[in-house]
Nanobody, 120 residues
């Protein structure tokens, strides 16, 4: 399973960090993606780190502000969110694809979701 932590409330320009910890499998050979869904909007992909950390991808809307990273010792993937904007407000989910996946499609396990709210 994937267990998320972090998130919460931040002001515009602030920072938050999300974490996604796996249990029952080794994360390093899975692609891990972060997705978000705002009220009334479709779910969108935010960031992806492919199996074995070969590549990281970001949505244009978060590029340069968000950073995805993996801590193999903790079997955890983090999403560092800086320079937050009100439009980043959403429920954020992590998801695993793999093993050995090079894409984040959200076709495997999902985390429970965590709310991120950015105030103006």
């Amino acid at each position: 399973q994937l267990v998320q932590s972090g998130g919460g409330l931040a002001q515009t320009g602030g920072s938050l960090r999300l974490s996604c910890r796996a249990s029952g499998f080794a994360m390093n050979n899975y692609a891990i993606g972060w997705f978000r869904q705002a009220p009334g909007k479709e779910r969108e992909g935010v960031s992806c780190i492919t199996a074995y950390d070969i590549r990281t991808d970001y949505a244009d809307s978060v590029k340069g502000r968000f950073t995805i990273s993996r801590d193999n010792g903790q079997n955890t993937v983090h999403l560092q969110m800086d320079s937050l904007k009100p439009e980043d407000t959403a429920v954020y989910y992590c998801a695993a694809d793999g093993p050995r996946s090079s894409e984040c499609k959200g076709e495997g396990l999902w985390g429970q979701g965590t709310q991120v709210t950015v105030s103006p």
